[in-house]
């Protein structure tokens, strides 16, 4: 029989685990009491390439990425979509310039202050 504390959703369990003839079968989970502090879980950290950084104003889901990497915008362009409270935000370029970096994917999920893309 093999111990483990598993968290799920912010709640921890002890779970038992017994190997019956080479299968493994569980015993049924007990919530414990003990206090969890689950660490944050974020995308990669990308390292902007160019000398202006465009960030997230909220947090959200990047659904559409618009521009790619050397393409040249013009200021207000639209750079990106960022989906947040069921709204469609469009994030633009801040000034002209070329698109130095994308540092996000379409689906990822980023937080305000987040660095988008840059700008050269």
Request: zero cysteines.
């Amino acid at each position: 029989m093999k111990n483990y504390r598993i968290t799920v959703n912010g709640n921890v369990y002890d779970v038992s685990v017994e190997e019956l003839n080479g299968s493994v079968a569980s015993v049924p989970v007990m919530q414990t009491s003990v206090p969890v502090v689950t660490p944050k879980v974020s995308q990669p950290v990308a390292t902007p390439a160019g000398a202006v950084t465009i960030t997230s104003p909220m947090p959200g889901k990047i659904i559409s990425v618009k521009v790619n990497v050397g393409a040249a915008v013009k200021k207000d362009d639209i750079i990106m979509i960022l989906e947040a409270m069921k709204m469609e935000n469009e994030i633009v370029a801040s000034q002209d310039g070329i698109v130095a970096s994308i540092n996000v994917n379409e689906g990822a999920a980023v937080e305000a202050g987040t660095v988008l893309a840059s700008l050269n």
